[in-house]
């Protein structure tokens, strides 16, 4: 199977701050990634499909301005949590897959972000 | 929209049963995915199965597009299979057309 890697796995960060979480793949180019929210005993939320090369898209009730997403190449997007409030405090993963279509997706191993 | 349903909610198992996790959905699809969660959070596909059975070490997962429903079975089930399996159909709804399932949290004791 194909590897994804997300960094960094947990993160404490003070109400306010900003924080960058990064998923790569690492051997495969993915022109597409997503980027999903967990809260505790629920299901994976999709929160936005990462586009190389162009805007992301933010599913509904998502705001963009303050999860904000980079895909500057093929194998790396970013995801930024700006201006973080207690709330935010969430487990994050992102997945990519290998060519187009609804193909196998692979997913990072998730970032706990807990925000003091 | 697709609703994914997924039983047991919960198992819990000796070391060594066969185990048997099943996942019905509504709306037809292309695929479905078979996820594990472990503890930590992070999440491995274990399979994408289109028809039939597919088979990797312990694991065997099966799917019959027409009655909409997928199982996931391990055999000879060791402490270290616990974790929250989750189902996610393929279709072609949302951007990434996966539905997920809200998990089956399995505990083999030893």
């Known amino acids: 199977g194909a590897v994804v890697s997300q960094h960094p796995s947990w993160v404490i960060c003070k109400s306010g701050t900003s924080v960058k979480i990064e998923c790569r793949s690492l051997d495969f180019q993915a022109t597409t990634m997503f980027w999903y929210r967990q809260f505790p005993k629920q299901s994976l939320m999709l929160m936005a499909t990462s586009n190389e090369g162009s805007k992301a898209t933010y599913e509904q009730g998502v705001e963009k301005d303050k999860f904000l997403i980079n895909h500057a190449s093929l194998t790396l997007s970013t995801l930024t949590v700006t201006s973080a409030h207690p709330e935010d405090s969430s487990f994050y993963i992102c997945?990519?897959?290998?060519?187009?279509?609804?193909?196998?997706?692979?997913f990072g191993q998730g970032t706990r972000l807990t925000v003091v | 929209k697709n609703e994914v349903e997924q039983s047991p909610q919960n198992l819990t198992a000796q070391e060594g049963e066969f185990i048997t996790i099943n996942c019905s959905y509504s709306v037809g699809i292309s695929a479905l995915h078979w996820l594990q969660q472990h503890p930590g959070g992070g999440i491995v596909s274990l399979f994408m199965?289109?028809?039939g059975k597919k088979k990797h070490g312990r694991l065997i997962a099966t799917i019959n597009i027409q009655e909409k429903h997928s199982s996931l079975h391990i055999t000879a089930s060791h402490p270290r299979d616990s974790a929250v399996y989750i189902c996610a159909p393929v279709s072609g709804g949302g951007a990434d057309g996966l539905t997920f399932g809200k998990g089956t949290h399995l505990i083999i004791q030893p």
């Open positions: 199965l289109s028809s």
């Open positions: 997945s990519a897959r290998k060519g187009h279509g609804r193909t196998e997706a692979f």
